[in-house]
Each structure stands twice: as structure tokens, then as C-alpha cells.
């Protein structure tokens, strides 16, 4: 019964910024992990970043220090700080709320794209 909804995608041009929402319904979102994934056209998904309920913060080595995921457990609601952005970052991004390997829930995406 977990809804995510993201939000925050456009285009924009390479050296520009980006932050994405991603707003989940339900009153367990403080305990769960976070991660945002992204899939870009004839692609497997890609994890991007992920927060845990403590804090904790791990990065794709793509992206590590241009973008920055964090949450604010008041609102349910992670988002994802994409700066300096390239080409190669065109995708739909999708948030995951995770419980284990096989049980987790994921958003609808929003639409990143980078022009050169």
C-alpha cells in the first residue's frame, strides 16, 4: 500500500543542477532505506545513491561528489542533489523504499535529461 511519487526531472544543460523529490505515503518511512535508482533507454537499472533510516549515505562512483542524497523523515520525502550534471546522467530516475531484496516499492521515475 506504499506509494512513491517523484518529482523535479527537466532538461538542462550540462554544468547544471537538478534536485529531486521522491514523497512516499505511509507512516514507516523514517525506518526505511532510501535508494535512488536510474535507467537510461536500452539500459539495466542503476543504483545511484542510497540513505538509510541512521543517515548513512553511499554513492555510485559515477556521482560520488556531484550529487547528494538526503531525507527529511517530517515530510517522507528523500531527495536527490544532482550538480555539475552531464550527458551520460540522461535517465528516468526512480526512487525504492526497501524492505528486503524481494519486497520493496518503487516510484513512477521522472525524466532527467542532459544536454551537451
Known amino acids: 500500500q506504499v506509494q512513491l511519487v517523484e518529482s523535479g526531472g527537466g532538461l538542462v544543460q550540462a554544468g547544471g543542477s537538478l534536485r529531486l523529490s521522491c514523497a512516499a505515503s505511509?507512516?514507516?518511512?523514517?525506518?526505511?532505506?532510501m535508494n535512488w535508482y536510474r535507467q537510461a533507454p536500452g539500459k539495466q537499472r542503476e543504483l545511484v545513491a542510497t540513505?538509510?533510516?541512521?543517515?548513512?549515505?553511499n554513492y555510485a562512483d559515477s556521482v560520488k561528489d556531484r550529487f547528494t542524497i538526503s531525507r527529511d523523515n517530517a515530510k517522507n520525502t528523500v531527495y536527490l542533489q544532482m550538480n555539475s550534471l552531464k550527458p551520460e546522467d540522461t535517465a528516468v530516475y526512480y526512487c525504492?523504499?526497501?524492505?528486503?531484496?524481494?519486497?520493496?516499492?518503487w516510484g513512477q521515475g521522472t525524466q532527467v535529461t542532459v544536454s551537451s
Open positions: 525504492r523504499l526497501f524492505i528486503t531484496t524481494l519486497s520493496n516499492y
Open positions: 540513505i538509510t533510516s541512521g543517515g548513512s549515505t
Open positions: 505511509g507512516s514507516s518511512f523514517s525506518i526505511r532505506t
